[in-house]
């Protein structure tokens, strides 16, 4: 089988002030179940607090972050376009852009570079094939996400 393109290394450098993949309306974050811990953790709750103060359940049950009733956006985006709790931010978060929906084919590959003005900044650095690889391992495993707490019930 042949080498993935991005084995090679891809240019990034995520843009201070930026914010562009967190402000889509309608956009989706999946959670892994040490995302769940480290947020609420992060913000003095017990995880089932969080779930139910913070996010909600997919049609298919899995939990995600609520988004703003209005603008549809992340409710943890502020007014200026920052991370509230970046510190503590899901991995689908720290992920991105290197998803695996993003890096399957040259068509969404390119929206993905017309969307994040990261991966042709000046200031961008190669980012090495090993860590994308481990950043798409990471995105698709939270992207299985959880629909219990704790998850690992019978
Ligand atoms: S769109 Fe790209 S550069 Fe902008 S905040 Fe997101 S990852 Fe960083």
Redesign the pocket.
């Known amino acids: 089988m042949s080498k993935a393109w991005w084995m090679n290394g891809v240019p ?4 201070t002030d ?5 402000d889509e309306p309608g956009g989706i974050v999946y959670l892994h179940p040490t995302d769940a811990k480290k947020m609420a953790s992060h913000l003095g709750l017990t995880v089932e607090d969080w779930l139910e103060r913070d996010c909600r359940q997919t049609l298919d049950g899995r939990y995600i972050l609520k988004s703003d009733p209005i603008t549809e956006v992340c409710i943890y985006l502020d007014a200026n ?1 920052k991370c509230v709790n970046y510190q503590a931010r899901p991995t689908q978060c720290r992920s ?2 290197f998803w695996g929906e993003n890096l399957r084919s040259v068509r969404s590959w390119s929206n993905t570079v017309e ?5 042709s ?1 000046e200031d961008a650095l190669i980012i090495d094939g090993e860590s994308i690889k481990m950043r798409i391992i990471k995105d698709r495993d939270a992207t299985r996400g959880f629909r219990q707490w704790p998850p690992y019930q019978r």
């Open positions: 990034f450098s995520c843009q930026c914010g562009k993949c967190c376009k991105y852009p969307e994040c003005p990261g991966l900044s």
